[in-house]
């Protein structure tokens, strides 16, 4: 199974800030990820303790790769980097917009150390690419 | 034409530390680009001054697109930040190894901010991501 | 209507450090406001996800505006930013004591840049002034 | 007595900058403030030491509160800190725009810490609001 | 009664990381608080609002001391400090690993200052030990 | 009309360090102005608040550019600052040391973001700068 | 003649909370000086650009020594500091409480780094001391 | 043999500042431990150096672990920590005052990140935990 | 001789952003310079190398002057900065846009501290500007 | 008794640098608060320890004020510091040099925050200043 | 072979500063080296590429250590850093001053973690004790 | 006279953490010293006390250079670097490891700007290279 994980806001989308996130809502951006990948369990929560709670029941389900856009979480849930860096699975983490380019606190990510790859500003597309890296990791890890 | 840009060091790649950035050469990376894109140009430099020159050079030779791997100028070039911010076209960051997870002045791009998409950590198979990204930015652009 | 939302520990008002909080409860807080303005929908809670999720489900149930008082999470919560900016309506942030004479953590707002209106050390008077900033920003909106 | 203070560059209100600062004259804010609360005296000065010496004087006219908006010097003057600091009356601060959503500087304010209230980001309103809170505060100090 | 807390990703232990964690699960830890203490009732949640509220109910159900071990949540969770804040009684923060000698983000609790005593590095026998200080500082209060 | 304004201390030009600040006195700083431009107004004042009143009037007296040296109050005086942004000519700011080769807090001027233009370090000569650099602003807001 | 020097707020010693600044007013102050030395010239003022005028007219009305308390403008005034280095007479700066002991901003004086001597922490006979230090400084420089 | 140090003006606890320290002289705080293990040997003292000195002799004196009260050196003494890091038993380290409640210079220890254990806030009981906390450090290493 | 420096990315000025950085080209602007001085040599180069080896050439080649606009080097290169100090002739530095009200980074240059003069913000004007500041250097030098 | 407290180097006083410390010894200095002050007791230690136990012996042999110069210690030494509080009777510190217009590091003293008076810069004279200082502290003390 | 490299601004030492950097030419220090170690070739280039790609190139002719100094490079070419850190020979990094006692900038080096040893100061002995070390580097790696 | 100076932790050479370290004793890093220069006098101690004051004692007992290695005070000791400040002879620092490569803490040494030369990383051999430079400042001062 492949778990793609949302963070908070991300529901929200298609109706947010078409501008910098694009017009798909998660389902669609799912989607991009099923096209490519069986298996997929999409999981999307405003809730830190459920998105960790879901990683921890990722251990022993047969979750075999992450794909995950924890949103604002990003930049401050080391509970969160916590439940990541416990799952020896390969982990994409991805994001809709360059975080680079906005405001100075989306510029550091807690999350990325813990993980294989990060993906950011290639919007809806992104979930492909980020599909295509779990494929390669899971590949290459045989 | 997508232009294809290696920074310093990254032409001792496939002898250069295999843990950390794998086994392939810059060639076989680019050849991972030229599986997907038409029309590849390589350009591997350790020179600043002439990865900047290429850069004003794609200005007008018909390059729609660049996918750049600066190195190490990553963390301090603001002259190849403005020559690639100079340049209209869809460009893709890309980083062989988790930047993020590594001493922490590689924590910091001050290329990102004039990119499109950034890509960390995915080895070769990032060359790719990158290129699929390039290809997609290319299509939504039309 | 206009929500009234609290964070955590707000719920505990009344027997909280009276001589920095006051003595009056979360439903006298609010019924300063509803005292003041028509339709006020109360919405108390420690989660930061279900804050998010109230928030969200505002962009749709006809709220016209928002009086908040996110508790300890105004210092870090940017997925309650993120949810704030969101919502187009007039927002107010209000903290009954000055969190500008407290300890330093307390001075940084990750709340207050997406807001219209800030009120710091008003006490409970101070949901009596976010409801009249309400109104007014209301009205100027026509 | 109610004394209304005002600091530099507030006598250029309702030319200055609108789209920022409103329409409003610093007459008309004062106004605002006289059409709830007998016997204001509005002050506005660009002069620190002349602001300096009005707090002072107020140690024995009878002001009984303070409304301050002390423009730029809000950022630096620990002179204009320490006069208010001086003074026993209930003293509220007030900001025409959301200085927590400007340039880095206006985040910081020294005068907070030595004031009962703060407001920002009410626009001519926040006068009002301003009012309401030196009447409450002189209430509950009966 | 004493309650025994426990947050984020500590449901884990016994299967993650026992190099830094030890083999121990949660529930042999609160045995060890049980072998020396009566009346031990244990919560563990990975959910901040979760945590908060049982702290908030631990104001009136005879709860007569805490031992907390917030998990990442003492990193960043200004929630949790003001609720352990709220509660009168004896508060012990006790943590398995030594965090001054880990990734310097775990150097910081923002949790310890209002708590009476931290332990770190202890491992499972840490828990004895928070049980033993919780004894004595009950019996200082008398 | 020309406003050349002329901060705290500089008063004392000519008697003041020579080596850092040369030997012509303030009146024949503007001299230098004067040869290149006509209707010189010139501004000497140790006061903050005067010359933000002085540029005050400038926005209805028919100045029509503003040379200022703003002296020690470059490196604090927001209100200053926020008298010039008011003010809707073109503005050049002029030192005559190289502030940047001094003491650090010389090295950082609130007041360069505001204007056009910037000298420093040219000595007396760069009021001649300074005045046709106003000169071709006004020549090309035509 | 020896100037004495006073800053901001100073003139509301007596008054000004007397645990700190102790009960004696500035003409106590001041009598201090006088009683050690002839020829004192007091100068109190709530203005930054008439101390700095004052500092200049020290230059030629044969000012042998200034003794300074230059009050909050200590901490920010640039200004004052360059005027007192361009006075180049013996120079003492004398603070009533013991800066170093109290809020941190406190602690930072632009001016001590211009100044001979600095005295804090020693209330009224601060100004004996720094009588006494001037004479020295006299009698040194003969 | 286990070593009880104690460093600077730990010799004055009993009648130091009893409201943060307690009662108790460093004699009693050993006992504490020796109740709890045999063969304690206790050495205190001001002295860096000879802290220092006794930390080498410990590594051939059989000594089987360290409990340490650097005192005021925690903060700052780097030999401090490179002997106990020389040191290859184990080590605990304990403080009476809950040291992150403190001024901040306390909050920061040089030595934590080289001792097993850290126990702060727990009073002259924490000297039992220390003891407690050696033993089964002891046991575990067998 | 007059050495006109130009650094990376200046050779496209005509064609970058010219809302930021004109219209004009290198060559317009160094015949800004020839027009005001005799024997200009221009030296536009993206290679830092080459430019620290110009600089090497001028100290024998009869260069009197230099202008230099490092372009992106301004912020980073130490090299060209240790290049300019070699160099015993006036120098000027010149930038077309007001680098003190844009990003960041490019508020701060290594070059200034070892220049004589520094304009900002001038646009193409800058360059008749430092000509002129070089003109009169020279003149001063004798 | 009157103790005078002198750190490490202050031994050397008289052949150190005399252009900075001046030419008088340790035991001149001395004599100078002779001269003020019966019963003076100096103490000149090179050793942190020693000075700190000298402390500790001060609480009970009649000491009614010390004056200290701990040197170097004065930057770091928060064991002096400690012993410094411990001791409840009048402290004055004195430094010979205007510490503040030296190197950055002797800007901050970790000393002065825990004694009454602090004096820098008045060379020889500062112990006079000192031994008056202290003389009135226990007069005010009486 | 022993390769010994120069970076910017070197190839200017006999006629840079003498008071800083000696009279020596690089062909001097070179001799320095030759004369105690066989084999030297010397490399002195102002380009980092090309410095980068010497390095690089002897990977595989035969180099045997490295004596190198970077010159400003040091403070900023982390492609050097990669460039270093990439050949496992031995290597020296020299620098004439002692770069710790000059401008902050020089005192950071981002060479240093990569090399073996690091010798500052020594002038142009330092490449004798460069050569030295070289070469017991070499024998003890046998 | 040479004076070899080795401050706290250096005794234990020889059993400390080889692989960092080395496995010389002391007094075999002190014979590496005596094979090549006369006269030296070897002082290790864990006193910063008793260093400073030997390095006093050398200022008149003919020493004619100072080595010194000061273990972990390197880091702090104000103390010691004024004592090595005072003393007029060639000084070479030297430490056994690559200091830049370890801890950030002992990235920075106070003592480097004060000596001569440094020397890190050289491990035994370092002596070897401190004493010829030793004997080179000697020969170059004659």
Chains 1, 2, 3, 4, 5, 6, 7, 8, 9, 10, 11, 12 share one sequence.
């Not at 994980?5 to 298609?14: A, D, F, R, Y």
């Not at 975080?99 to 790859?117: K, L, M, N």
């Amino acid at each position: 199974m492949i778990l793609v994980l949302h963070g908070p806001n991300l529901s929200q989308l298609g109706s947010r800030d078409p501008a910098v996130y694009g017009a798909a809502t998660v389902d669609e951006l799912v989607d991009r990820v099923r096209a490519l990948l069986p298996g997929v369990d999409a999981f999307t929560d405003e809730s830190e303790a459920r998105l960790v709670a879901r990683l921890h029941a990722a251990r022993s389900d047969g979750t075999r790769a992450v794909i995950a856009n924890p949103g604002a979480l990003t930049h401050y849930s080391y509970a969160l980097r916590d439940a990541l860096e416990l799952l020896a699975v390969p982990k994409v983490e991805v994001h809709l917009s360059q975080t680079h380019a906005r405001e100075s606190f989306r510029r550091h990510s807690v999350v990325s150390p813990v993980v294989d790859v990060t993906i950011t500003g290639a919007g809806a597309m992104g979930y492909e690419l980020a599909a295509r890296a779990a494929a390669e990791l899971l590949r290459a890890r045989g």
